[in-house]
C-alpha cells in the first residue's frame, strides 16, 4: 500500500516535471497552518515533504506566515523553530498580509517559480485550483499528508501541450519525407489532419497485401510431365515476391492482416514487434493516468469521509 501510494505520487510529479519543468530540489511553499497541524501529530515534516513529493526538496516560508506563527506566541514554539529553518521566502509585504492572501500573491496567476503548495486552508487550496501547474499538498483527515490530484487546469495545459509536441513532430516529420528543409517546411494550416490524411495515402500506395495475392497464383497442376517447366516458373514468381516482401516489411504496415504461406511469417513477426512498443508507449502514458486517477479516487475517499464527520459517524481508521 504504502510501496503503490510512493509509486502514485511518482508519476504525478513526473507530470510537472515533464509538462512544467519542475526541478529537483522542489520548492514546497509550506503555510504556517500546515505545520501546526503537523505538529499536533509530531510529524517529521521534511520527511513527510520528501515522501509525498518522492524527491528532493527545499521548504520555504513567507514573512507573513512567519508572522502568523509569531503572533502565536510561545505556545507554538517548536513549530515556529521549525519553520526558522526553511528557507525565507521574502513576499516584501509591508504589512504582513493574512496567510492565505500573501500565498496568492506569492504563487501568482501562473506559478511561475514553480512552488508546491503545502497548505491546510481548504479554501485557498480550491482557489489556487485555477493555476495550471500548481502542485498541492494537504492532510487527509486520517492525518496523513497526501498529494492533491492534479486540477482540472492542470490537466488541460497537460493535454494542450502535448497536442502542439505531436503537430510540432508530425511537420517535422513532413519536411523529412519531403526532402524539404525541415526548419524551414511550411507551416500547414491543419497540421495534425495534413499529416495524418499524408500518412494514411502512403500506407496505401505501399500496401503489401493487394499486390502480392494478385502475383501469387501458382498453377496447380497434377501433370508430372509438367513438373520441370513449371517449378522454374514458380521459383522466377517466387523471388518476385520475396523482393516485395521486403519492401512489405520496410513499409509501415497497417496491420498484422498478411498471414501467408510464404514470408506471410515474417511480415507477421513484424508487425508483431511494432505493436509492442505502441503497447508499451501507451503503457507508460495510462501509467500517469492510473496514478492521477488513484489520487482522484483517495480525494473522493476523503470527501465522503468529511461528509462523514460532518454528519457524526466516525469515519474509517484503516492504516
Ligand atoms: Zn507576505
Do not use: W
Amino acid at each position: 500500500m504504502r510501496q503503490k501510494r510512493a509509486k502514485t505520487y511518482k508519476r504525478v510529479m513526473a507530470l510537472y516535471i515533464q509538462t512544467f519543468n519542475f526541478r529537483q530540489p522542489f520548492q514546497i511553499l509550506v503555510s504556517h497552518d500546515l505545520l501546526l497541524e503537523g505538529a499536533k501529530s509530531d510529524l517529521n515534516m521534511h520527511k513527510q515533504f520528501l515522501t509525498v513529493v518522492q524527491g528532493e526538496c527545499k521548504p520555504m516560508i513567507t514573512q507573513c506566515c512567519m508572522e502568523a506563527l509569531y503572533k502565536l506566541g510561545k505556545d507554538v514554539q517548536r513549530t515556529t523553530d521549525l519553520a526558522k529553518t526553511f528557507e525565507r521566502r521574502k513576499c516584501n509585504h509591508r504589512e504582513a498580509l493574512e496567510p492565505d492572501e500573501c500565498l496568492k500573491d506569492v504563487i501568482g496567476s501562473t506559478n511561475k517559480h514553480r512552488y508546491v503548495l503545502a497548505s491546510s486552508s481548504s479554501a485557498l487550496r480550491v482557489a489556487l485550483q485555477v493555476i495550471p501547474g500548481l502542485p498541492i499538498i494537504h492532510f487527509n483527515p486520517r492525518g496523513v499528508l497526501v498529494l492533491s490530484p492534479p486540477s482540472t487546469a492542470t490537466i488541460r495545459a497537460k493535454n494542450k501541450l502535448e497536442e502542439e509536441r505531436r503537430v510540432e513532430g508530425s511537420k517535422e516529420m513532413e519536411g523529412v519525407v519531403d526532402g524539404e528543409n525541415v526548419v524551414g517546411a511550411p507551416t500547414v494550416a491543419a497540421g495534425s489532419s495534413a499529416a495524418t490524411a499524408g500518412s494514411r495515402k502512403k500506407a496505401k500506395g505501399v500496401n503489401p497485401l493487394s499486390v502480392k495475392k494478385k502475383k501469387k497464383a501458382p498453377p496447380v497442376t497434377s501433370a508430372s510431365a509438367q513438373k520441370g517447366r513449371d517449378g522454374e516458373g514458380k521459383k522466377r514468381r517466387r523471388d518476385e515476391n520475396d523482393d516485395q516482401e521486403e519492401g512489405a516489411i520496410e513499409a509501415p504496415a497497417e496491420g498484422g492482416l498478411g498471414v501467408d504461406e510464404e514470408g506471410g511469417q515474417e511480415t507477421v513477426s513484424v508487425d508483431r514487434d511494432s505493436l509492442k512498443k505502441k503497447k508499451r508507449k501507451r503503457s507508460k502514458k495510462s501509467a500517469v493516468k492510473d496514478a492521477i486517477a488513484a489520487l482522484e479516487a483517495e480525494a473522493k475517499e476523503e470527501a465522503d469521509a468529511r461528509a462523514g464527520l460532518q454528519a457524526g459517524s466516525s469515519g474509517s481508521d484503516e492504516e
